[in-house]
DNA sequence: TCTGGGGTCCTAGGACCC
DNA sequence: TCTGGGGTCCTAGGACCC
């Protein structure tokens, strides 16, 4: 049996854990740039407020129901995901972290009391980290997220014992609620008279290979209860990385974005020096805002391939701006930009270049010493100058939390 | 005024190899 | 007059996830 434990309403709780005035009242966290709505509490979604909806558009309903509204503070709900994940590694020794909040527990061994094992595991994960979570219990994966939307409508629990209770769940299931099924295929299948999970596993194979591929068998397998989807306790390393972001106020200057451009470009280099990486290929992109119809529309991105695979932010940001510089149009206000490195490989193995003239050594030295300093002093407390000190582009972040559990100077106080 | 960010996997088709 | 067969690798695009 696999469980699926989720983190409820997961940024929202997390503030909860400081906030403990907030239990019971309508909260929302937002989106990076306050743009829109990413958790929220059950009274936020009884008053009404969407996932994924833009902010501004509610500004009344916010005020007239004193909701109350954070930006997204990832320190905190990293370290608190972390948190949860090592307690939940303490019950369970097949634990596959999912997401920052979510993880699939493999329970052979507990099969006797699924009920209270999985009570006690709720209780105490609250009690050890401050966050309540759901667990879902089934013979698959995809059946133990389906068990855990049910937990979520109920106390927390479910359970799928037998083929009575799934087949009794899956014909409760809408289609698109269905893992690996998203808005396209749904609308397929919503065409063809397929509006439950049940319909789905009804389908014939032929139908589903030619339309969904080898991904419609898995699901369509996985809901008759046979699991083809195994538990993966490998954090795999990632094979791309990304850093984008939408400017805090829209610009035309290229100094400001190459300013952004080099600062993705070395916090790039950071997330690639963390897991030990190093890239082959890197893409640069700039856009302007796609929801102002009056400015003039552009979006353009440009890739290199790098003479040798690397980590080093003085590198990666020579190229970014290099990159830049080809796609930048004076005629137009960006609203966005990012960069994005791929062709990753372990940079033990990397391949070299006979006529690399980069002093690669010595800026590998270089790079550790910065990222030590960085990390005990704060991030970018040293960095490259073209990164610039200026606040223009940077995001939009006025409802930030504290970093309660990373750092000593926004530790919680008490009053007594 | 204001609309997020960061990933994965699969497949088809083209380039290329012997 | 007549011009094969069987592969691999890479990339772009489209789907999905949180």
Redesign the pocket.
Known sequence: MFALV?CNN?YVSCERVFRPDLNNKPVVV???????I?SRSEEAKVIGLKM??????R?KLVKERGVHVFS?NYTLYGDLSQRVMETLKSVCTHVEI?????AFLSLTGVEDNLFDWAYNVKKYVRRATGIPISIGIAPTKTLA?IANKAAKQGNGIFIVRNDRHRDCMIRNTAIEK???????????LLRIGVKTAYDFSQLQDTWLRSKM???GLRIKKELHGESCIPLDMII???????????????TKDIKLLKEAVST?AA?CGE?LRKQKSVAN?MTVFIHT????SNDLQYNKSK?I?LPVASNCSQELIRYALLLLDEIYDTAYIY??A?V?V??LETQEVCQSNLFDKFARIRYKKLSIIIDGLNKNFGRDKVKIAIQGTGKEWK??QEKLSKRYTTNWNEILEVKV
Request: glycine letters at 8%; charged letters at 30%.
């Open positions: 989720d997961f937002l989106s990076n740039n306050d743009g829109c990413i994924a909806e833009p902010i501004f558009q500004t997204s999912y997401s920052i909040d979510e997220k269905v893992w690996g099924v998203g808005r396209q295929y749904s609308k397929l591929k080898m991904m795999p390393s990632k094979k791309a990385i990304a850093t984008t972001r939408a400017f805090g106020k829209k993705y916090r997330k290929l805002d796609p929801f102002n890739s391939t609203k966005k990012g994005i791929e062709g995001l939009r």
